[in-house]
């Protein structure tokens, strides 16, 4: 009778530690670890991470009135607009449970974007934003990726393709 209601329990036990490992201590080391190496950011909050405070970010910008501008960036992304603002160029922010990395300093995205090793994966983009790129730089990886950049590197360098292919 005791083993009956031993094993239930320890398994309960055993599943609230595994969910509070995952869903805290995780991300509050790796909040830690970045903050020690300068990367700073806005907290982490349990469970859901940053998505309340970029949700109610966006409500607010929408609800404003639109000026007739080039910029739209504050308004489009009114989370890393003000991130980066009180952050700096580097931050991360968490996207439930996963710390993202924002990296926006010229030679830091030049590092990310020659790396071959993948240590840094793009983010799969969602259907529509892949729908709207199509199969471009920003969506492609590996082999693929490098032919376009090379293309790509020779049409704003204005080289002719037929001298380097």
């Given at each position: 009778m005791?083993l009956v209601i031993l094993?239930p329990c320890?398994?309960?036990l055993i599943?609230?530690i595994?969910?509070?490992?995952d869903y805290?201590w ?14 700073k950011?806005?907290p982490?909050?349990f ?8 949700i109610?970010?966006?409500k607010?910008a929408?609800s ?5 501008t080039?910029d739209i960036f504050?308004?489009?992304?009114p989370?890393?607009y ?7 160029k ?5 996207n439930?449970i996963?710390a993202e990395?924002v990296?926006s ?6 590092e990310?974007?020659k ?8 983010a ?9 790129l199509g199969n ?5 990886d ?11 590197n020779y ?8 001298v380097?292919?």
């Amino acid at each position: 009778m005791e083993l009956v209601i031993l094993v239930p329990c320890s398994l309960l036990l055993i599943a609230l530690i595994k969910f509070l490992y995952d869903y805290l201590w995780v991300p509050l080391s790796i909040q830690h670890m970045l903050n020690s190496q300068g990367i700073k950011g806005p907290p982490y909050r349990f469970i859901h991470g940053n998505n309340k405070e970029i949700i109610k970010m966006r409500k607010e910008a929408m609800s404003k009135p639109k000026a007739l501008t080039h910029d739209i960036f504050a308004k489009t992304q009114p989370h890393m607009y003000s991130w980066i603002k009180k952050y700096g160029k580097n931050f991360v922010y968490w996207n439930g449970i996963r710390a993202e990395v924002v990296i926006s300093e010229p030679e830091l995205v030049k590092e990310v974007l020659k790396n071959s090793e993948n240590v840094f994966p793009k983010a799969k983009p969602s259907f529509y934003v892949s729908k709207l790129l199509g199969n471009g730089l920003a969506t492609i990886d590996g082999e693929k990726w490098v032919k376009h950049r090379k293309l790509t590197n020779y049409a704003f360098h204005g080289e002719s393709l037929k001298v380097k292919s």
